[in-house]
């Protein structure tokens, strides 16, 4: 028994699959920046590079 699949049904699978998968994977990205308890370490994160680095290198 063979399954028979054309490369059309593949390719819409395949587009489907990543599109999916692109979407759900971004959501979790935004969710992940923009929750409230994150936002001191993105906010000390952001601030962190200038207080040490903010002079001529030697």
């Known amino acids: 028994m ?3 699949v054309s490369h059309d049904t593949v390719v819409w ?3 489907t699959v990543g ?3 692109l979407l759900v ?7 992940y920046a ?6 001191k370490e993105f906010r ?4 962190a590079i200038l ?3 903010d002079r001529p290198w030697r």
Do not use: G, H, N
């Not at 994977?25 to 969710?31: E, G, M, Q």
């Not at 923009?34 to 936002?39: G, Y």
């Not at 000390?44 to 601030?47: E, F, L, N, P």
């Open 34 to 39: 923009f929750w409230p308890s994150r936002q």
């Open 51 to 53: 207080d040490q680095e």
């Open 19 to 21: 599109l999916l998968y």
């Open 44 to 47: 000390d994160a952001s601030a």
């Open 25 to 31: 994977l971004s959501a979790i990205i935004v969710c």
């Open 2 to 4: 063979t399954l028979d």
């Open 13 to 15: 699978a395949a587009k």
